[in-house]
């Protein structure tokens, strides 16, 4: 750094300030350092800097696992902006594992990173101490016992959106295929689709809810939905409330005879193979991480920063 300082004609501070972005240094002054630096080719020692500065720029990102695509292109995502602004990740997947979630987290804490992305496997995450000093931003999920800023979809009114169409067609008894009430995502779409069977006034004795856990493994899934429609003989539309039975849902329809409709939330068909067209909610999760780590980089500068616990991304509708 002295030989840098002698090149530029500058002092060892102003060096500093160029180097770490603190303080003020004139355009021209900048433009000389970073001059100095090039021509010398100086790399400054990063933990002796991070130590100095009481920083590591590394970002812990905790994720329920890497098997969703959904989940992938939220790391993908998170990847591409850190790198931009100059951060390296840590990621750790929690297999789902409240317990596992838990040593992560305060594994992260050890390790001093500058702030944590977390998507909860589980509301109920407790048992875990988490220092007022790390910023953290939650995906997706809240958290009961902690007061913690969390960007999330707007699930509930979304829904009024997705099935309008459908009953403007004369369509009035729908089956909806979801997920453990106990997971909050789940819970949410399910409110949106009995607010929306309110709204438009549908008898709600013909509504039917069908719960499946695909967690914990179901031998068949296709013939358990296959038999559920088949005692549901009024209906004529299926909504899903995850990809994973949109999708299901679309291949027994293509396989069978019975003339219903199918929407729900998910990218099941990218390509618009499909005919009709499916019309679907789907997730952004570009969007939903730009705001978390505007978020989380805010709560960095300044914790005290961020006021609102809760900010909410807009579901695109696939036409």
Sequence with gaps: MK??????????GTVSKVVNRSGYV???????VLLAISLLNYKPNGIARSLKNAKTNLIGVVLPNLEDIYLLRILKSIESITARMGYKIIYCSTNNEISREIKLLQWLIEKRVDGILLYPSSEELTDVEIPSSIPIVLLERSLKQYQITTVMHENVDICRKLIEPLVFKGNQNFIF??????D????????GFKKTIEHFGLNKANQIFVEIDIRNGCNDLASYIKEQL??????ECIIASNPVLLAEAVKILSKWDKNMEVSGFGEVDPYGLLSPKLRTAIEQPDELVSVAL???FDKIIDQTKITSKYFYITLKINE
């Design 184 to 191: 909050s995502i789940e819970l949410s779409r399910i409110k």
């Design 177 to 182: 295929l979801h997920g453990p009430q106990s």
């Design 26 to 32: 004139s355009p021209e002054i900048k433009e000389r």
């Design 230 to 235: 088949h005692r549901a003989e009024m209906a």
């Design 3 to 12: 030989d840098v300082a002698k090149a530029a004609g500058v002092s060892l």
């Design 294 to 296: 505007d978020v989380l």
